[in-house]
């Protein structure tokens, strides 16, 4: 008797237009329907009450009607039917899965044909596009925020796999990464897919590793896409600008192990691919500020924890490709500047925009590596030895170590590595509650150790400068290395005419033969979002003027 009633209701939904349905009627059926969504939501199988042909012969019919029923519901501002129907199990995901049928299911597609199959296809991509606009149409206007109940329709559409895992159980493509797949393959759809994607990577933050590849990927296709014939496509620069927009958000930046997986995706050369391809054109100048102010951002974020371990290993294992794309912008600017007739004493804002951001990535490199605490020599990874002591400084040679043991290390080694106890050490307002969070602070420590010396060596000509301008005596220095801007600022102030009483963690005996040097960092370890990490490290002035001679 089920059977009977559910194959008439077939026939009969098949004929009828769902402009024809009475708002009642229309939330009985989605009320109502759950029986057969049941079966035609069964793709696998594809069984309607054990006939493979009802399933084939109705399916484009339910679709539609589906489809129409939403439509229907959105339009007239009345969520109940749309809410009602997909409630029904199974549903919500089927209508994902709809989108992806023609690629990822040649059995159904030997089952309907290419063409219908694609039309089930268009069909599914542009259900769910109704169910983001509309999402969209419904923000807060104060906040824009969603309300609770978008933002679990979005999740559910965001996290929802793209194969029937009946079908194929070890499927992990989500949604959104699906359909940055398809957008690579097809080509954009301006604004509609970046809308898409806005709502369901950074509004609802549903981000892993598959859709930071995609997005990375799809953003590497762009520029390669417009790198001849449309360079200066306005279409080209408005989608990178909207990748990169999109990107931004999508990166969390207290998020180390989100930040390091991007970074082995591409995401640096991804922007630098933009800042090469839009850096010096017409639609770039027309949006200079927040196209590169987009670019700034994610180059600051990527710098807020340029030191935590992941980025860090990250960050050295795309340096040679990064130093390759970071010549080939040189390259291109010396021969623009060439064909400009720019010279180097003069002033050109575009090349400065791109100039900061330029530098701010050479910051981002020159804060990662290993290098030697006493000769700054550059380490690879079979290279690096520890102080068997404290654990945080690394030299090249036993010589090395033996050099700077007896230059003061001695004096300052821990040999209980114990978080908390290292001396010049600021500590956080609250110290780690557990064993994980207190390793990783121990390896910031590490890493902000082992480019301390480099610092101080690279930028002596800066120090003494402005101690000539302070009109101070190098030892009577106080320089400080502010690691939290990118690139890092450094300022050089007097000692003696400020008051470290409070500094009480520091070393407070000094001698007049050293310079103090305070290190700021960062601290986004969870729990210490807004903490900094402040290390205190002397250095002979008498040294550093035989370094400059």
């Not at 309300?147 to 895992?165: E, F």
């Amino acid at each position: 008797m089920i059977w009977l009633h559910l194959r008439h209701g077939l026939e009969f939904f098949r004929g009828l237009k769902t402009e024809e349905l009475e708002p009642s009627c229309s939330l009985q059926i989605a009320k109502n329907i759950g029986p057969m969504v049941r079966c035609m939501c069964a793709d696998t199988k594809r069984f309607f009450f054990k006939s493979n042909k009802h399933w084939r012969e109705g399916i484009t019919q339910f679709v539609l009607l589906v489809l129409g029923m939403i439509d229907k519901s959105i339009q007239t501002t009345d969520r109940e039917v749309a809410n009602a129907l997909l409630q029904h199990e199974g549903l919500l995901p089927s209508i994902v899965q709809w989108g992806f049928w023609k690629d990822h299911r040649p059995d159904i597609v030997k089952a309907l044909g290419v063409e219908e199959c694609t039309f089930i296809s268009d069909f599914g991509m542009q259900l769910v596009r109704l169910l983001v606009d509309e999402t969209c149409q419904r923000r807060n206007n104060k906040t824009l925020e969603l309300a609770a109940d978008c933002r679990i329709l979005m999740q559910s559409i965001s996290t929802t796999p793209i194969i029937s895992k009946e079908y194929d159980p070890h499927c992990m493509i989500s949604y959104t990464a699906g359909y940055m797949q398809r957008m690579k393959t097809e080509g954009l759809k301006i604004p509609n897919d970046m809308m898409l994607l806005q709502v369901l990577v950074t509004d609802i933050d549903c981000v892993d590793k598959g859709i930071i590849t995609a997005l990375i990927d799809l953003g590497l296709n762009c520029a390669d896409e417009f790198e001849y014939a449309a360079a200066s496509s306005a279409s080209g620069f408005t989608t990178a600008a909207l990748i990169a927009s999109v990107t931004n958000r999508s990166l969390k930046q207290s998020n180390d192990t989100r930040v390091a997986f991007a970074i082995r995706s591409g995401l640096i050369e991804m922007c630098l691919s933009f800042i090469n391809q839009y850096g010096r054109n017409d639609f770039f100048d027309e949006c200079k500020q927040s196209f590169s102010g987009v670019l700034k951002n994610i180059f600051t974020t990527i710098h807020s924890v340029a030191l935590h371990q992941k980025t860090a290993k990250a960050i050295r294992s795309r340096k040679i490709e990064i130093q390759t794309a970071l010549a080939k912008i040189e390259r291109k600017s010396k021969i623009e500047k060439a064909l400009a007739g720019i010279t180097n004493d003069m002033n050109d804002d575009e090349l400065d925009c791109n100039r900061l951001l330029l530098d701010m990535v050479e910051s981002i490199l020159n804060l990662n590596g290993s290098y030697c605490c006493r000769c700054n020599k550059s380490l690879s990874k079979t290279e690096v030895k520890q102080c068997n002591g404290c654990r945080r400084l690394t030299y090249c040679s036993g010589a090395c170590q033996r050099d700077d043991w007896l230059s003061g290390h001695k004096l300052t080694c821990n040999k209980n590595p114990t978080i908390g106890q290292f001396q010049g050490r600021v500590l956080p307002r609250t110290m780690p509650e557990n064993e994980r969070t207190a390793t990783k602070l121990e390896n910031l420590e590490k890493n902000l150790t082992m480019v301390q010396l480099k610092l101080f060596l690279e930028n002596t000509e800066t120090i003494l400068n402005q101690a000539i301008s302070l009109d101070v005596d190098l030892c009577d220095c106080v320089v400080m290395f502010d690691l939290r801007q990118c690139p890092p600022i450094i300022k050089t102030e007097k000692y003696s005419e400020n008051d470290w009483t409070g500094s009480t963690e520091f070393e407070m005996s000094r001698s007049k033969d050293n310079i103090t040097c305070i290190y700021y960092s960062q601290l986004l370890l969870g729990e210490y979002e807004h903490d900094d990490l402040i290390m205190q490290r002397l250095f002979p002035h008498e040294w550093l003027k035989s370094k400059i001679s």
